[in-house]
């Protein structure tokens, strides 16, 4: 790497008073929860069409629920002033989005008097409050002004039949009024990470910025025109089809949209195949809509879409993310351009060996700008509308970029990012497209990083016994002695479709779990992204051996290459598939003292069919549990329960539906019966993930003691 490469980062290093010499630590603390907690946390940014400002929300977090607030902050992209918040509420925003003319920024948010969230527009730089413009009882989120800014398009969340606000204030009042409480299906799925789902679904809203103004549900009457998806057929009504839906988050459902270039028209992705999600892959299909005729066209594409977005600079194309159809479990998201008159597709990165991220077609038209993973970081790509090679932007060598967004003038488009690393919390930055360089625009957690006695990561790889290159992290304690011998704690991702990167985690926070005195292995096994797509994919059929085998690989050549690391005091953990992971090493090895899983499946039958997802899960085995075969036996931690001895401490979220509570109680019920010792922690209020203040520092303060009792 050269050393003109490592410029942008070290600035950034330097900048939030981080890297340090071991002499300068002097004086620094040992982080701590207070430290990772408190940390201010950043949204996606927005750049003003003129490229002048960047709007970011900024959430400034607390023990207390009560107390924490989240607010818009402005700042010049030319750094010449600090940052300054346009937004005094404790509701947070989402979905920043400015207006054509550049004089207005959008956002949903629940305020005081909002039974649900709502859009709200704020002039920028003129006095008074952001006014509400929708009035729904559905609710309003994801604005999307009309090109003309005299319009805005929005999700909310409808009644079956419903096409108008009285219609679904009566079935929500209908529902309210039942004198039974029975949740009634009929198809798949039920549930969605933390929530039970009901009989409403999301669609696309567009409302006039006047007074008196109405959202109109624009698909309650939508009716499909010819060349329609094969689960549906000519003169359909596409939202009442029973498979209609939108693309599942993390508790929500959402439907991704956008203008055509001159307002005539909308493309958008949905679904209309959620009802097979039992027995058969979800596609998001992608449709062109006419308002004015209220009719729908699928693009005949057999593929799986996301995130369109149309384009009038690039020649009216419609861009989008497409995974293909193929009976993988994890596939490539690649970015294809559309053109909307004949459904003509051309795949922009083809041959580039990693998923796209978030994208942002260029003001001139002529480049896309993408986040991918890669080796360990998210770095920012260009590539051409029309194809051809994908470059990085600039030479990122250390953290990664979360968001970013690209406007301004067409001649010289401006580009700002959210940058963090494993020692720097998240700022925003400013991006030189041409050299990559990175110019902070922020530092609103400088102060409290710069007190912390801590470290940059290492990275080592190794080559598998498969002959597969594996990466991995090494995080080192505070007032680190390399003559010394520290305790080894092998920390392993989830996923597995992820990957561990020089980030700053708040849920295992590298640096905390290392503080009491550990060394931190973060090992990308088999599975993991951001080393191409064969790598994520081999993980199909082989769900835990193999990856296990690579994390105690992992451990042999960290004892070699680190001799600071004490190979008769170790201890390995992690959540979800990596707590998966670790009840596979619970009954494949008895190399550690103690054992953390939070998460974590131990019996991959129960897993399967309690989950809130089923189908890749029996893809990902091979077929169904009655087909017999042998992977439901040999790679399913309960059936090795003879071989349990590591102790181990069990944790689980009670709103967890994602991997739920059966399979951590199962487990307990199994350690208790082979006398292993054991705790269990259960969060009755917490989801697949510890976010409530308090029970993260008791979550961490439980690990800290777990492995201070075994590790010693």
Do not use: C
Not at 263 to 287: D, K, M, P, Y
Not at 584 to 591: E, I, N, P
Not at 594 to 619: M, N, P
Not at 621 to 635: I, N, S
């Amino acid at each position: 790497m050269t050393k003109r490469s490592l410029r942008p980062a070290l600035a950034m290093l330097l900048a939030a008073g981080v890297l340090a010499s071991p002499a300068a630590q002097t004086g620094r603390h040992a982080i701590t929860h207070e430290d990772v907690w408190l940390m201010k946390r950043m949204g996606a940014p927005a750049v003003s069409p003129d490229g002048k400002w960047a709007v970011v929300p900024v959430s400034e977090p607390a023990y207390d629920e009560k107390e924490q607030t989240s607010d818009l902050w402005i700042v010049p992209t030319d750094g010449s002033a600090a940052p300054r918040r346009i937004t005094a509420t404790k509701a947070g925003e989402s979905g920043v989005a400015w207006s054509p003319d550049g004089s207005r920024v959008a956002f949903a948010s629940r305020r005081d008097g909002d039974e649900v969230a709502q859009i709200y527009v704020l002039g920028v730089g003129q006095a008074g409050e952001a006014q509400r413009v929708t009035s729904l009882s559905t609710g309003a989120r994801m604005p999307l002004w009309r090109p003309d800014g005299k319009a805005i398009m929005f999700n909310s969340d409808v009644y079956p039949g419903a096409v108008s606000d009285e219609e679904n204030k009566k079935a929500a009042a209908d529902r309210r009024a039942r004198k039974w409480s029975a949740r009634v299906y009929d198809s798949f799925p039920v549930r969605d990470w933390d929530r039970w789902l009901d009989d409403r679904r999301p669609s696309l809203f567009v409302q006039e910025l006047k007074p008196g103004a109405e959202g109109r549900d624009i698909l309650a009457t939508a009716v499909i025109g010819a060349g329609a998806n094969p689960r549906a057929k000519k003169g359909d009504r596409l939202a009442r089809l029973p498979g209609f839906g939108g693309q599942m988050g993390s508790g929500s459902e959402s439907i991704a949209a956008s203008w055509a270039p001159d307002g005539s028209g909308i493309v958008f992705t949905a679904t209309v195949n959620r009802n097979e999600a039992a027995f058969a892959e979800t596609v998001q299909t992608l449709w062109m809509l006419d308002p004015a005729t209220g009719g729908v066209l699928p693009v005949p594409q057999p593929l799986s879409f996301s995130d369109p977005v149309s384009n009038g600079a690039a020649g009216w194309a419609i861009f989008a993310k497409v995974e293909p159809l193929n009976g993988r479990t994890y596939n490539l998201s690649r970015l294809w351009r559309v053109l909307p008159e004949d459904g003509t597709v051309r795949t922009l990165t083809e041959g580039f060996d990693r998923s796209v991220g978030s994208y942002v077609v260029a003001p001139d038209g002529k480049h896309v700008y993408f986040l991918a993973e890669d080796s360990g970081r998210q770095k920012l790509f260009t590539v051409g509308v029309a194809g051809g090679p994908v470059k990085e932007v600039g030479a990122l060598s250390s953290g990664i970029y979360t968001s970013f967004h690209v406007a301004g003038p067409a001649a010289a488009p401006v580009a700002v990012a959210v940058w963090e690393s494993a020692v720097n919390p998240p700022e925003l930055v400013r991006i030189d497209l041409a050299t990559g360089k990175a110019t902070p625009l922020t530092r609103f957690n400088a102060e409290r990083a710069s007190a912390i006695d801590w470290q940059m990561v290492k990275e080592f790889t190794f080559t598998s016994a498969k002959g597969r290159t594996i990466h991995n992290f090494v995080v080192l304690p505070p007032s680190f002695d390399p003559g010394k011998k520290y305790p080894l704690f092998v920390v392993i991702h989830g996923g597995p479709a992820s990957q561990w990167m020089d980030q700053f985690v708040i849920r295992w926070n590298y640096h905390l779990l290392a503080s009491p005195g550990y060394v931190v292995l973060l090992t990308n096994y088999t599975g993991s992204t951001g080393f191409g797509e064969a790598f994520s994919q081999a993980i199909q059929g082989d769900p835990l051996e193999t990856p296990g085998q690579e994390i105690l690989q992992a451990v042999d050549e960290a004892l070699a290459k680190f001799p600071y690391i004490d190979g008769t005091r170790m201890a390995a953990g992690g959540a979800s598939y990596g707590g998966h992971l670790t009840n596979w090493l619970a009954v494949s090895t008895t190399r550690f003292k103690a054992l953390v899983s939070h998460a974590g499946l131990f019996d991959q039958v129960s897993q399967w069919t309690t989950s809130d997802i089923t189908w890749s899960r029996e893809v990902g085995m091979g077929g169904p549990v009655w087909d017999k075969l042998p992977l439901w036996q040999t790679q399913n931690p309960i059936m090795k329960s003879a071989n349990l001895k590591t102790p181990i401490l069990v944790s689980v979220g009670e709103r967890d539906f994602r991997v739920p509570m059966n399979n951590a109680l199962q487990f307990w019920s199994i350690l208790q019966r082979q006398k292993v010792p054991s705790r269990l922690v259960v969060f009755p209020d917490e989801n697949h993930w510890v976010l409530k203040g308090e029970n993260s520092r008791f979550f961490y303060g439980e690990v800290h003691a777990w492995l201070a009792k075994w590790l010693k």
